[in-house]
């Protein structure tokens, strides 16, 4: 059964270093989506894109965060510089057609 | 803005004790209703898809209804493996023509043997 591929899977760092996290959406799914989830919480989203396109961006904290899906394929989530209250659970989905959404693994990253 | 509203935010129920939980939304124009399945640390796994009132959908011992205002998930005759947070979604139109969704906060449940 195809799945959406997350990398890594737990990240540590310090405030104001960089972070990269990568998503593989499920083949041939056009729509990618990136959320934040805070324990105890739903996700939120971040950013939507439709094949390399961005779509939906506004909860996005554009001074330190970026998102990029150059092919249309698979993406990445930058933040830079980290701060505390970054630390949260990223995860990644895709879909079809903007319907259902299919989610990966989800990479935990801690802010120290 | 759509809202979604999940309750009871946390339920214990004894092995084979049915329930309901219960997600209220607001939305102008709802395109679907999802449920998802989330075990601790990991990703929400997708359960049901609604799409109009009166629609109904079943899996295992899970159950899903929608109305226009509200959707329940029964969950009949529950194990302790049905444990998890269940979350309910809402997808509608954005601004930009686009579909977005829209997450509840959703509910605990502990099912104990």
């Known amino acids: 059964e195809a799945e959406v591929a997350q990398s890594p899977r737990y990240k540590i760092t310090e405030k104001s270093q960089a972070v990269a996290f990568w998503c593989d959406p499920i083949?041939?799914?056009?729509?990618l989506y990136w959320y934040r989830q805070i324990l105890g919480q739903g996700p939120e989203l971040l950013v939507q894109?439709?094949?390399?396109?961005?779509?939906?961006d506004s909860q996005l904290p554009k001074d330190r965060f970026s998102a990029e899906r150059l092919k249309g394929v698979d993406s990445t989530l930058k933040i830079q510089p980290a701060e505390l209250g970054d630390s949260a659970m990223y995860l990644c989905?895709?879909?079809?057609?903007?319907?259902?959404?299919?989610f990966g693994p989800g990479t935990r990253l801690t802010v120290l | 803005e759509d809202q979604v509203t999940q309750s009871p935010e946390a339920l214990r129920l004894q092995e084979g004790e049915s329930s309901s939980l219960n997600c209220s939304y607001t939305v102008s124009g709802l395109r679907g209703l999802f449920w998802y399945r989330q075990d601790p640390g990991k990703g929400p796994e997708f359960l049901f898809t609604l799409y109009s009132a009166g629609e109904e959908k079943e899996k295992e011992r899970l159950k899903a209804t929608l109305t226009k205002k509200e959707s329940f998930l029964h969950i009949t005759a529950p194990k302790p493996e049905d444990s998890a947070t269940y979350l309910c979604?809402?997808?509608?139109?954005?601004?930009?023509?686009?579909?977005?969704?829209?997450f509840g906060t959703g509910t605990k449940l502990q099912v104990i043997p």
């Open positions: 083949s041939g799914h056009a729509t």
């Open positions: 894109f439709q094949d390399e396109s961005v779509v939906d």
């Open positions: 979604a809402v997808q509608a139109y954005n601004s930009g023509g686009y579909q977005k969704v829209t």
């Open positions: 989905a895709s879909s079809l057609r903007a319907d259902t959404q299919y």
